[in-house]
């Protein structure tokens, strides 16, 4: 027989946290994790200086963690579904305790996280986002648009704002509430016999710091770039990656910063004969590789959110304190990711991951500035289509786009053709000479996972462009 549903629990309307703790009564389980996440999205997408679409989106996931002590262990069973009524709530926790009931003993299992204070808004209705959003950006886009089409350039690109508010409620007493605003804006300008293509793109809480006309002003420059055109082979040039850049490599080599990896001999931070390279130099320059949940600006969770266990990721950690973390600490590797559980395995400190990324300790100069003191290199617009070849060295491979240009005795003289390039991130910090002034940047090839990052450009003096790219 069905467990009654109690009054206001009803819809997919009911109040979160009412589903949150509704699972949590439903359980069965020695443990159980609820996450629900509510989802809301506004976006506007154009084409030829003109808009094309526009929408709002609304939506639920929820998440059920069950765990079942047993002889051997702690089995763990992990159920997410979307859209779920009330109707639906029962099955989904089943669901979960038979998965964990299924399931051999779970090899990162711990005690569920507990005396983590309750979110005072943890009972208040999610936040949401609408198309007021855009209400002073879209009329600048507008004039934008203008400007472009009497400068003889189109524009095309996207605005997207998500705002995702996240209840954790566990068996263990935690009740925790966290709201995640973000915002995307792609602009992308074209000539108009699309020989020529120019981009540039802005991450943002709100759409207020984001100005269309300077992007355009910016784009507009570019293309003038390109109207010289110089072929130049593969082979290693003096190159200034700017912020976007930078953030895309370092973002993956975040990602490849486990800690249990590293100390199974897996990857680039292990260590020859055994452990990590924690406490080793990376580069000579004063740099520092962060993440803080307060950040201003790129504030994220200040806990562990973890809808399923993988790496260095654990759903026994949901609720677990998030604190600033030094990855890298003025040019020395500091800290990896871990769990609690990898923490124990390899006797490193827990560091979880978090949802942002700062580059700094460079010098306070614009990426123009960088410019001018350039004799001979190139500057590059974006990398995208960026793989993994080797993960004992994180060399990636990938692609330039959108504009590559031949600097000259301290000027842009013309747009040089793409290329693949062969590049480690870490080798890359380590041969950098300069690093210029951090900025928010919106990675360009993760920018659907990962969006709050703050870089500097950086000079490498021979980034190794393996080959020539025919794409614009």
């Not at 109707?87 to 299924?102: F, K, N």
């Not at 005396?115 to 808004?121: F, I, K, T, Y």
């Not at 895309?248 to 452990?275: C, H, N």
């Amino acid at each position: 027989m069905s467990a009654r549903v109690p009054d206001g629990i009803t819809s997919l309307t009911s109040k979160p946290h009412e589903i949150v703790e509704r699972a949590l009564e439903l359980s069965r389980a020695d443990g159980c994790v609820v996450i629900a996440d509510e989802h809301s999205t506004a976006n506007l997408r154009w084409a030829g200086n003109a808009l094309t679409t526009n929408g709002v989106t609304r939506g639920r996931t929820l998440t059920v963690v069950a765990t079942v002590d047993g002889k051997e262990g702690t089995a763990s069973g992990v159920v997410s579904r979307s859209a779920v009524t009330a109707d639906e709530l029962e099955p989904l926790v089943r669901a979960a305790e038979a998965a964990a009931r299924g399931a051999g003993p779970a090899e990162d299992a711990q005690p569920l996280v507990d005396g983590v204070a309750q979110s005072p808004e943890f009972t208040e209705a999610p936040a949401e986002t609408s198309s007021a959003v855009f209400a002073d950006f879209a009329p600048a886009l507008g004039e934008a648009f203008a400007r472009a089409r009497a400068g003889g350039r189109e524009l095309y690109g996207f605005a997207n704002h998500e705002l995702v508010s996240t209840y954790v409620g566990t068996s263990a007493g935690l009740r925790l509430r966290h709201d995640q605003p973000g915002g995307t804006l792609e602009l992308n300008a074209k000539s108009p016999d699309r020989t020529r293509s120019a981009w540039a793109g802005r991450s943002t809480r709100d759409f207020k710091d984001v100005d269309p006309a300077a992007l355009d002003a910016e784009l507009a420059v570019r293309l003038g770039w390109a109207e010289r055109r110089v072929e130049l082979p593969a082979g290693r040039y003096e190159t200034l990656l700017p912020p976007t850049a930078v953030a895309d490599l370092l973002i993956y080599q975040l990602w490849s910063a486990s800690g249990r990896d590293a100390a199974e001999g897996r990857t680039v931070f292990s260590k020859p004969g055994g452990g990590t390279r924690v406490g080793e130099k990376l580069t000579e320059l004063p740099l520092t590789l962060r993440s803080d949940p307060d950040e201003p600006g790129l504030e994220s969770a200040p806990f562990v959110i973890a809808h399923s266990s993988g790496g260095d990721q654990s759903v026994f950690d949901n609720g677990l304190p998030l604190t600033a973390t030094d990855w890298v600490r003025e040019g020395r590797l500091t800290h990896l990711t871990t769990s609690r559980h990898s923490a124990g395995l390899t006797g490193l400190p827990v560091a979880p991951g978090i949802d942002n990324l700062i580059l700094d300790g460079g010098e306070d100069r614009s990426l123009g500035e960088m410019v001018t003191g350039t004799e001979r290199g190139l500057l590059l617009t974006c990398l995208w289509y960026i793989r993994e070849v080797d993960p004992a060295t994180l060399l990636l491979t990938g692609l330039t786009r959108d504009g590559v240009y031949l600097v000259e005795n301290g000027e842009v003289t013309g747009e040089v053709n793409n290329f693949r390039f062969n590049e480690s991130p870490v080798g890359l910090l380590g041969r950098a000479t300069e690093a210029g002034r951090t900025e928010m940047t919106l990675p360009r090839e993760w920018g659907d996972w990962f969006t709050r990052a703050a870089m500097p450009a950086l000079r490498v003096p021979d980034f190794n462009m393996s080959s020539v790219s025919r794409g614009v």
